[in-house]
């Protein structure tokens, strides 16, 4: 997991870079629309802003040369149109405003037309396309964040699975109160995962399975009925935890073994 938190730093590293980058470039086209926008609009000092971004072409080549790895390793199938909006395309007869490059902007080149010398192509063209550069690699930090919940979810049911076959070893040798025990925190582990899911909250710092019950059917994560049998489970459980006078029946064991069982292969 350290792997993936450095990878996420540095990834939220080349984000910054490249937010800078495109700031950089807007300044560097528009420089005196940018002043007026921050100087009137924005009532922030322009100056102090433009000294604080980087000169676009002594940055960009390290950034797109590492952003470039970063979505081949994560993103492959938008490398090609990561590298094609830098790249000049080889097979470009004349430069136009819809095959410009950011490599044409470093180049710092320009076509214009007419005795006006009118621009049709030429480095404002480029800032669309360090702004899609940018885009391709936040996707990448949206696809490695699916990634650690795919991971975190699979590393979470395993656990689970685990302390479910302990709940029926310990019931098997007549152990039935500790096996209980251990599917009260089966329930209360998966039931906390789901209230992190749905970015539910609730009102005890130290939550009962009841509560957990009651906010996740209100949310309508399950239906009444469900709650019901889940409610039935936190009576047996009761039973094995809290009441020294009766014990459970093994019948009750049973059904709380494979009502633990239920609730995790089948709530999401």
Known sequence: MKQTEQLATDIKRLHNVGVNLVNAIQVEVYPEQMATH??????KDFEAFRKSLPVFSNVYQAWYSEAQIVVKRFLPLRLNDFISLYEAPKSRKELKKENYTIEDYLKNSTVTSGFDKKIVAGPADAILLVQQQLNILDSVTIR????ITEITE????????????????????????????????????????????????????????KDYNELLQKAEVYDFGTGRQIQ????????CVKNTKKAPSVSEIEDLLAGTEKIIRSIY
């Open 232 to 239: 039935y489970l936190i009576d047996i459980r009761d039973i």
């Open 38 to 43: 921050f100087t009137v609009n924005l009532k």
């Open 144 to 147: 490695l964040e699916s990634s």
């Open 154 to 209: 699979i590393l979470q049911a395993d656990l689970l699975d685990k302390m479910l076959a302990s709940a029926n070893e310990l019931a098997k040798n007549g152990l039935a109160r500790s096996a209980g025990g251990v599917c009260s925190a089966i329930i209360q582990q998966h039931f906390e995962t789901l209230r992190n899911k749905y970015e539910l909250k609730l009102p005890k710092k130290t939550p009962t399975l």
